[in-house]
């Protein structure tokens, strides 16, 4: 059984917004700051929101969501643009708010870039986070360290052997294509022009995926229950709105494709309240036992 902190912390990891709230959420409750987000036009609008503008001092708290976010390095994610205000009822559709009056919406908004991990490390982390839950726990044999390091050894290894091998052939393809260039001529074969160039893989229609996706949402929906399930529905609706929103204006579906992004955005803003307020019932609404 997968521990719902760390599954939670893979979603995160593989770009889910609502995980990121979620983490992000759970690093800053110390500090009193909420929240929520939105990914737009290639960068993660981020609100922070408290009760004070002592809790929401710029370079502090920037440089606390640089560090978490950091650490769990969302895939496909690198520009954050963090806007703090005094909290304030909830809006459906801050981000348009913000956008329409930062002055007087805001306290201070910055936006960063996360740094790159490496290749490599962000290969290995996201194979072990992909391990089962028994074996990460399982002690290690002295026999079993010792094969981990001949395997990385000979990993290593072979990587760089391998692109040895490819410089070698570049180098020496290049300098044959130089000497028999002059000497050799093109010719163009009958069974050359006869051959078909094959034809490209056709991309999966965008608009089409949205809509498979939030049907499939709205019949979860019916039956959602837990933080959990509530959760992954709003990553569902805010993945087909970021669907919809790839449409092209040339496309005659654009028009249509933009009003339900908006409408998908708010439906996934809603699962997150729904979630949010399932995480903050009491447990005071568990009946006790009557007394012998």
Not at 25 to 32: F, Q, R, T
Request: one cysteine or more; aromatic letters at 6%.
């Amino acid at each position: 059984m997968v521990d719902p902190i760390d599954d939670i912390a893979r979603q995160a990891r593989q770009g889910s917004v609502s995980a990121i709230i979620q983490v992000l959420n759970e690093k800053l409750v110390d500090s009193g700051v909420r929240t929520r987000a939105i990914f737009a036009d290639g960068v993660l609008q981020l609100l922070c929101e408290a009760a004070t503008p002592e809790q929401l001092e710029q370079t502090t708290l920037v440089d606390r969501i640089r560090q978490i976010l950091e650490s769990i390095q969302p895939r496909n994610i690198r520009r954050i643009n963090i806007n703090s205000r005094i909290v304030r009822e909830q809006q459906l559709l801050w981000l348009e708010e913000v956008n329409r009056d930062p002055e007087h919406q805001l306290l201070w908004s910055q936006e960063i870039t996360l740094a790159r991990m490496n290749p490599l490390k962000r290969l290995f982390e996201d194979w072990f986070a992909e391990k089962p839950e028994y074996a990460k726990t399982l002690p290690k044999t002295n026999r079993e360290n010792k094969a981990q390091q001949h395997f990385w050894r000979g990993l290593v290894g072979g990587v760089s052997f391998s692109l040895l091998l490819l410089l070698v052939g570049w180098v020496v393809a290049d300098w044959m294509g130089l000497r028999l260039g002059s000497q050799i001529q093109a010719v163009t074969t009958p069974t050359d022009e006869a051959s078909p160039t094959p034809a490209a893989p056709s991309q999966p229609d965008p608009f089409v995926q949205a809509v498979r996706i939030a049907e499939q949402a709205v019949v979860d929906g019916q039956s959602a229950q837990t933080p959990a399930d509530w959760l992954d529905l709003a990553a569902r609706w805010q993945r087909a709105s970021d669907l919809m929103a790839q449409i092209p204006p040339g496309d005659s579906r654009y028009k249509t494709a933009q009003d339900r992004t908006q409408v998908y955005r708010q439906n996934s803003e809603v699962a997150m309240l729904k979630a949010e307020r399932q995480r903050q019932q009491p447990a005071a609404n568990v009946k006790p036992s009557p007394n012998n």
